[in-house]
């Protein structure tokens, strides 16, 4: 079946720069339809270009932000004099310049371009990883670590929400959820990596003056580094700047995502109206409120873990303590692949609700146990419900999302409402709660309750808003405007069609 006529020729998107609008549509279809073949080679082709790239910045990512659980077995604690809540205030602090920077660092990356902001923002958050082994040098290290932890919450802010942004800018709607996972599975991968990094580096005697946990930091950060250069030359910023796409491929590429998107005819420039119909939509609201509860149970399981298993096993020594938090994290890393896969084609109502439904069985066996082996089997109930929600409920935001700039609105703030729920982890086990944590666990059962809750509300309004607009009901929103002002309709264009 042959293609429809490309909408943009390559010449203009060689021409279009990182934060600017493409030409109009030639000839916008509300239908469009591709040959089967030159699309699934383009995808094999983007997928093998594309994610690697964002895959690596994303695993190092979620390691220098959760490499202070490892620190914390290796004697981090006793070498800055933490007392009491100490340890938690230097968690927390991370997350509060987390959510203030996330949204404004997200749309200056859609004004600078992927391709040279996210391997900046990675180089960033290296070097900062790195120099939290420094802390012991100032004269308050506590005081050091607060603001290294600080500047390390505004050098991540931008990057989960710029990647999915990124990944939007290549992938359909029904292909972008997977490849949220091609990147999102790195979240588990990173908690085994560096689990395992860590068992190793603690193997070793000190460096110099740096002991275990310090080398840690040292280590990874240097590592993180490295990965921030290496893809500045590997990262494509758009599709008109690929040398790896032909032409021909270029305009392929274009055209399936405005296709989609009956209420824009461009890839489009920043605007602030749109950002803000992507930060307020329905979907993002209620997608927002979900990944806070679910990232409450992932940030905790990822900042604690350590800690946990140390309570459950404490006659093991800390590197075998170490190794036995990797597990968990293998089973969320396949389930996060395999999920979404199954679910590409599927109401992802269906998978959120499943997942949920394993976090609450998890820490209902937390709860309702003291049996070691039961709650450490409990762990990987927990890892796989929680890390699947990653990728599916941003991208149920992202698809529900008409055009360039919403969809950087809504991804950026749902994340943003997700990190709320990473502050709220670093309060959610605390010392004097050791060795049960009765009030984490029981927060975390609450938490996939709630979600599930919320998933059969947001799918119910969904499925009624779009029989609404398929009885046209919605039309009249169309009358007397110019195609210009139905675009600003964006997701509330009576053709626009909301996925469950």
Known sequence: MAASPPLHDAASLEKAGPGDALPRAVSPQPSVVFDADAEAR???KIDLHVIPPVALIYIWCFIDRTNIGNARLAGLERDLGLQNYDYNTLLSVFYVSYIIFEIPLTVLCKRVGPGRFLPAACFAFGLLSMCTAFVT?????FGAGIAVRFLLGVAEAPVFPSIGYYLSRWYRKEELTLRLA?????APLAGAVGG?????ILTLDSIGMYREWQ???LVEGIITMGVGIATYFLITDRIGTASWLTPEEKALAEARIVSENPASAVLDKVRASMVLKGIFS?????AGLIFLLNNTTV?????????????LFPGRTVVQQQLLSVPPYICGAAAVLLVPYYFMHRP????IVGSSCLVVVSYAIFLGTESGSARYAATFLGAVGAFVLGPTVPGWSAVNSANDSQRAGAISSVIALGNCGGLIATWSYLPRHAPNYVPGNALNLACGALIIILTLMLTALLTRENARRKRGDRDYRLESLSPEQEELLAHQHPRFRLRV
């Open 42 to 44: 383009l995808r094999r």
């Open 137 to 141: 040098s100032a004269p308050d290290p």
């Open 182 to 186: 091609g990147y999102l599975v790195c």
């Open 196 to 200: 395992l990094l860590a068992s190793a």
């Open 215 to 217: 080398m840690i930091f």
């Open 282 to 286: 329905q979907t993002t609201i209620f």
């Open 299 to 311: 940030q905790g399981i990822a900042l604690f873990t350590p800690t946990v298993i140390r309570t």
């Open 348 to 351: 992802r109502w269906i998978s």
